[in-house]
Structure formats: C-alpha cells, structure tokens
C-alpha cells in the first residue's frame, strides 16, 4: 500500500486487491469535518466506478466483459453465458455508493 498527504493534508492510499490480476484502487481522505447526527461512521462520502467482478480475468477480462453488453455475439459473453444472466446490465460508471454506504454501515456502532 502506498500513501501520500498533499499541501491540503489529504490522504491517499493506492490499495492493491487481488495480486493476480492487480487492481489497484485509489482511497482518498478528505478533510476531517464534525460528526453528523444523521449519519453513521465510517462513512462514505463519494466515489468513482464500479468494482469489477471478482475473477473477472484483470483488465483485460474486464474490459471483455463489457463488450459482452455491446455485442451479444462475443467470444467472453458465449464462454461465460452464466456472467450475463446473473448482470442483465452493467454500468461501469454506476459507484453504487447507496449500497456500499449500507455494507459499511454493518462496521460502525
């Protein structure tokens, strides 16, 4: 894991999952602000991107997968049919973050 502070004292850490097919995710800390009563802690204020599938083949794989939405005839989408039936849709950019908000909640209080 490697971190750094800018002039502003933000925080971030490139955390490495998976050393087979390396995903590297980029975790910012912002600045520190009061607690709010209407939330619970920790809390996630943002994010970019949808984590990819586990053992989805890397980048590579990925980025087949995602063709397979565009082109129903592609090679991954006709060796994996199962991938497709489980993710009708897929939206790369979608962050999810209602849902993660909600697992990460499971951690606090």
């Known amino acids: ?14 955390y490495i999952y998976d050393y087979g097919d390396y995903w590297e995710h980029k975790i910012r800390f912002g600045k520190i602000q009061p607690a709010r009563g209407d ?11 949808r984590c990819p599938l586990e053992d989805i083949g890397g980048v590579w794989g990925y980025a ?4 397979g939405f565009e ?3 592609s090679a991954y989408r006709e060796n994996y049919p199962e991938i497709y039936e489980g993710y009708p849709t897929w939206d790369p950019d979608d962050a999810e973050l209602d849902t993660r908000r ?5 951690f606090s209080g």
């Not at 894991?1 to 490139?14: P, Q, T, V, Y």
């Not at 087949?64 to 063709?67: C, D, K």
């Not at 909600?102 to 499971?106: D, E, I, K, M, N």
């Open 1 to 14: 894991m490697h971190s750094s502070i800018d002039d502003k004292g933000k925080r971030e850490f490139a």
């Open 64 to 67: 087949e997968f995602l063709q």
């Open 71 to 73: 082109d129903p005839n």
């Open 102 to 106: 909600s697992r990460l909640a499971h």
């Open 39 to 49: 939330r619970r802690y920790p809390y996630l204020v943002s994010g970019t991107g």
